[in-house]
Nanobody, 123 residues
Framework: QVQLVETGGGLVPAGGSLRLSCAAS????????MAWFRQAPGKEREFVAG????????NYSNSVKGRFTISRDNAKATVYLQMNSLKPEDTAVYYC????????????????WGKGTKVTVSS
């Protein structure tokens, strides 16, 4: 019912920047929460950043706070993740997710997922 497509991943040197985009389509009006998660090889998928279509509140993981910024363009139904000062530990597949109900920004609260875009930070 909701499709999410991430773009913008790639290879970037440590200290560099990258901006990910998540284009939403379908019944986007049914969603309230948008978030970014990431999963490194052999690791659990973890929350990165989240926001709301109808509120300015944002939420970040402590590991990315101050370096990453989530934003959205409601008219384009697109969410962005600006990543600055990238570190090798940021290397992961980044997933866009959407939730129908306002709740904690956890994996369990998300109802729709994109297929992910890979970010590799070299050292």
């Amino acid at each position: 019912q909701v499709q999410l497509v991430e773009t913008g991943g790639g290879l970037v040197p440590a200290g560099g920047s990258l901006r990910l985009s998540c284009a939403a389509s379908g019944r986007t009006f049914d969603t309230q929460v948008m978030a970014w998660f990431r999963q490194a090889p052999g690791k659990e998928r973890e929350f990165v950043a989240g926001c709301y279509w109808s509120d300015t509140t944002t939420n970040y993981s402590n590991s990315v706070k101050g370096r990453f910024t989530i934003s959205r363009d409601n008219a384009k139904a697109t969410v962005y993740l600006q990543m600055n000062s990238l570190k090798p530990e940021d290397t992961a597949v980044y997933y866009c997710a959407a939730g129908r109900i306002i709740a904690t920004m956890s994996r369990e609260a998300m109802n729709y997922w994109g297929k992910g875009t890979k970010v590799t930070v070299s050292s």
